[in-house]
């Protein structure tokens, strides 16, 4: 079965840097969450967007933007990358708020 | 607020034995949902499990099974006969049912079988 697909996989940036990270959710799933994951930590919810709208905000810092396309893949926009936004990234997706999938993440790192 | 508490932060067994994992969650939702996730040294989250704040019965699947106790507040999840492919941080989690929009996990308990 296909899974939510998230690119790419390991990112390398500068400090300043802006970085693009992509979520392809499962086929027909509406939703999409993206969350957070700083090492040796939980992850951390960021936002979330049903139907191309967003519906939830969490801790996402002001550099970061995100949004959802017609064709339901989503982006995270992240501008002046600083050394604490090192993290796993991951993007999950569900249909109608159901259970959430998670992608297998990309790996940031600022240096 | 919603919290999750996974109070051992690192458990170590031998291959075969059984293990159990503690979840304590606080909510003032009367419905939520409640998760079990696996996160293997590759990096990925894999759902094992969600039971809904109505849906008390204990689950088994496998080798693993999950106690569900509304009483207590807790969710706590058990391997049985553990192998050596179990080793991963496992991560307990919470979200409110209705909106269902964001799940908070807990910090994780990081589990080790050894051989």
């Known amino acids: 079965a296909a899974g939510v697909i998230q690119s790419p996989r390991h990112l390398i940036k500068e400090k300043r840097e802006t970085a693009t990270l992509k979520c392809y959710p499962i086929p027909r799933h509406d939703t999409v969450y993206w969350y957070q994951q700083g090492p040796g930590q939980d992850p951390q919810f960021l936002i979330s967007f049903y139907e191309k709208m967003q519906s939830d905000k969490g801790s996402i810092p002001d550099r970061f933007s995100a949004q959802q396309f017609s064709d339901y893949h989503s982006e995270l926009n992240m501008s002046s990358l600083e050394l604490g936004d090192s993290a796993l990234y991951f993007c999950?997706?569900?249909?109608?708020?159901?259970?959430?999938?998670f992608g297998a993440g990309t790996r940031l790192s600022v240096l | 607020a919603q919290k999750v508490t996974q109070a051992q932060t690192e458990i170590s067994v031998v291959e075969k034995e059984d293990v159990t994992l503690d979840c304590v969650y606080e909510t003032r939702d009367t419905t939520y949902y409640l998760f079990w996730y696996k996160q293997p040294p590759s990096g990925e989250l894999v759902f094992l499990i969600r039971?809904?704040?109505?849906?008390?019965q204990n689950e088994i699947s496998g080798r693993y099974s999950w106690n569900f106790q509304k009483s207590t507040s807790s969710f706590n999840f058990t391997i049985t006969a553990s192998q050596v492919v179990d080793s991963a941080v496992y991560f307990c989690?919470?979200?409110?049912?209705?909106?269902?929009?964001?799940?908070?996990f807990g910090k994780g308990t990081r589990l080790h079988i050894l051989p």
């Open positions: 039971r809904n704040s109505f849906d008390e």
């Open positions: 999950a997706s569900s249909l109608n708020q159901n259970i959430q999938y």
């Open positions: 989690a919470l979200s409110e049912a209705e909106r269902d929009d964001k799940i908070i």
